[in-house]
C-alpha cells in the first residue's frame, strides 16, 4: 500500500471583485478561468506511521505570474484547499486555522483583526480519501501577517503551518519636496505617506505648480496617503475606522490651513490638471488619483469619515 499524503494548498486567486466567486464542482474543485494567473502554496506530509518526513513547496501555476503576486489583498475573499492522498476506504478530518500575528505598516499591537469563514466550516471531518476539502475565507481589513495552520486527524495525522502577507503591493513612501510638507505622522502610523505611482508623481508637480502661482503662500501640507502595506488606516489605533478610504496609496489629504480661500479655486483646478478627483471634508481636500481602469475606481467620491 502506497503511503497517504495529506496535500494542501492556499489558493491565491484573483480578488472577488475582479472576477465571480470561484464555482464548486461537488465541492471538489475550484473553477477558475485560464487565463488567471494562481499562485499555489503547497505542503506535503506523509502520515506520521510510515515516516516523519515533510516536505514543502512553493508553486507557480500560471509562468506569467510574478513571484511579487504572492501577497493577498485586505478585505478579499479567497480559497483554501487540503486533501488526505491515499488507497484504501479510509477518511479523514481537517481544521483549518488562520490568524493574524502581527500588523503591517501599524506601530501598534493590540487585539489584532480576525479572519472570517463566510461558510463557518473551519472544521471538516468524515471526508474520504483523495477527496478535496475547501473552505472560502476573507482576509482582514487591516494590512497583516497571517500563520495558515491546517490540523489533520483520522487517515492523515498532524499539522503543517504556512505564512503569508496580506497587503497593497508596489506602494511608495512619499518623500519632503518642494512646495509641500508632510504632516499626521503618529506614534500608531509613523509612516503615512505610502502612495502608488500616480498619487507619488501627482502631488510634487501639484505643490511646484502652485509655488509657482503664489510663491508667497506657505507650503502645502499633505496629510494621511497610506500606510506601508495599504489595507484600513485606523487613525485611533484600534482597527476600526476613520478612515474608509485610504487603503491603495492613491488618495491623500491636503490642508486647507495654508492655502488661503481666495487661492483654493486655483489650488482646485491645478489638483484637477494632474489627475486629481477633489472632496472638500472639512478642514482639508481629499485629492482622489485613482485610475478610471483601476477595480478600486469609484465613481462617486465617500466621505471619509
Known sequence: MRPLAAVLCLALTAPAHALPDPRFDSG??????????SLVVATR?????????????????????????????????????????????????????????????????????????????????GIPLNTEAVWRFKTPTAAARLTVTWSWSGACQGSQSKSFDSGIEGLSALTAGSGYT??????????????????????????SDYKAEFPKDPDLLVND????????????????????????????????STIPEAHQAKFEEIAKKHGARILIEGTHYHLDFTSTDSVHFEETLRCDF
Not at 505570474?65 to 476506504?89: F, H, R, W
Not at 508632510?182 to 508637480?205: E, F, M, Q, R
Open 45 to 125: 506530509a506523509r502520515d506520521s506511521r510510515l515516516t516523519a518526513r515533510r516536505k514543502g513547496s512553493i508553486s507557480v501555476q500560471d509562468e506569467r505570474v510574478e513571484p511579487a503576486l504572492a501577497m493577498l489583498e485586505p478585505d478579499e475573499l479567497y480559497s483554501a484547499t487540503g486533501n488526505c492522498q491515499g488507497e484504501g476506504n479510509r477518511t479523514y478530518g481537517v481544521c483549518l486555522q488562520i490568524v493574524a500575528t502581527s500588523g503591517l505598516g501599524h506601530d501598534h499591537s493590540n487585539q489584532l483583526p480576525s479572519v472570517e469563514f463566510p461558510d463557518n466550516d473551519r472544521c471538516k471531518s
Open 28 to 37: 471538489v474543485k475550484i473553477e477558475t478561468p485560464v487565463h488567471v494567473p
Open 225 to 256: 496617503i497610506s500606510l506601508g502595506f495599504g489595507g484600513l488606516f485606523d487613525i485611533n489605533g484600534d482597527w476600526q475606522s476613520p478612515h474608509i478610504t485610504h487603503r491603495f496609496g492613491s488618495q491623500a489629504d491636503v490642508q486647507k
Open 182 to 207: 508632510l504632516v499626521g505622522a503618529t506614534s500608531k502610523h509613523a509612516s503615512n505617506h505610502y502612495s502608488d505611482s500616480a498619487a507619488l508623481k501627482a502631488i510634487p508637480i501639484i505643490a
